[in-house]
Every structure is written in C-alpha cells, then in structure tokens.
C-alpha cells in the first residue's frame, strides 16, 4: 500500500544486528472480525486448522481469504522478520525484515489446505522477489509459512507444479519462501479487515492470469 517510505528503502532483509529493537508489549486491539464477529485470538474451535501466507499488501490479501467458505477467522499482522512487537511504521521502514501477512484459521473439513494454496498462487505474481506490483519492500515478498510437515510439503509440491505453468509463459523463477511458520505479531486494530471498513481502499494485488492446476 502507498506510505511514506515506499521510495528509497532497503530490499534486503537486515541483520540481526542492524534490525529495529521493537519491544515488548503486543499490539492492542479489538479481539472481534469486522466481518463475521469471531474472535482473532486464540483459543479457537476444536478441529480448527491454522495457514499464514504472504502476498503483497495485507489489506488485499486478508480479504481474499477471509471470503472463502471454510474460514473461520483471519487476521493481518507481521511475521518472518527480526524485530519482536514492530509496528506498521517500522516494518516499512525495512529495517524489521518482517513481511505483511494474513494470519487463517479454518475448518479443513470444510475447506482444504490445497485450496488455500489455490488462492494464493492466483492472487499475486510470485515472481517478483521483495515487491508486489507498485508495491516495492521486504514486506511485500511472496511466502508460505507453514504450521506442520505435510503443509510444507503440500506447499512445496504446489510451487512445483505452478512453476511449471509459470515458465511455459515465459515467467522467472518462483521466489516465494516457503517455511516454517514464525511468530505472528498482529497488525494495528486499522489494518484488520481493512477493505471491509473501507470498501474503496487501496489493493495492490494483482495475479499472473495463469490459474493454479486442479
């Protein structure tokens, strides 16, 4: 999304040394979804499943998967990066090494975690390294944080298989990360469902066209 620090700052992730100190108190905000009025904070139903993906600009994204049935919460927040707690301004600033991601809870009886993967592959250009359309920052990578084996090996698989559409038209080389999950540190109350609050916000996310094989 447009900010003050969309122009000039760095593309790679800092050191440890170099990263912002952030603190120690977790961000305060409202426990309800905008949307469906369940709790973002755990504890969760029993037999819940949980996903976290990267793709661009969180505002977007989070509404990509929050409209799939099956979903039994979202929410935005920073993972990935080095600073413990940052706020908004600092992970723009890309001196946390954090990227912007959707935190997913659902229910994998209703909903699989392939077809998560679906959406987000058809969501976003992979390809693009530390950006995301207009959007340039660490916090605009591409990456798949996963909760247990067979995520990471399911994601693993579906890279394979959309690099292979990708490279028949003429697409570079997939450069989402794919890992485990780290910790999840909520984004500020505004950015929570934000297209819901505001229908006409700003999303930058844009896909390849090139739809994920069943």
Known sequence: MPTMFQHNKPLTIP?????????????QLESEHFVNGHSMFPPYPQGMSQAMFGLGCFWGAERKFWQLEGVYVTAVGYAAGLTPNPGYEEVCSGMTGHNEVVFVVFDSSELTYSQLLKAFWASHDPTQGMAQGNDRGTQYRSGIYTYSKEQQLEAEASRDRYQMLLSQADYPAITTEIITAPEFYFAEGYHQQYLAKNPNGYCGLGGTGLIYPE
């Open 15 to 27: 050191s440890a040394d170099e990263a912002l100190p952030g603190r120690a108190q977790p961000m």
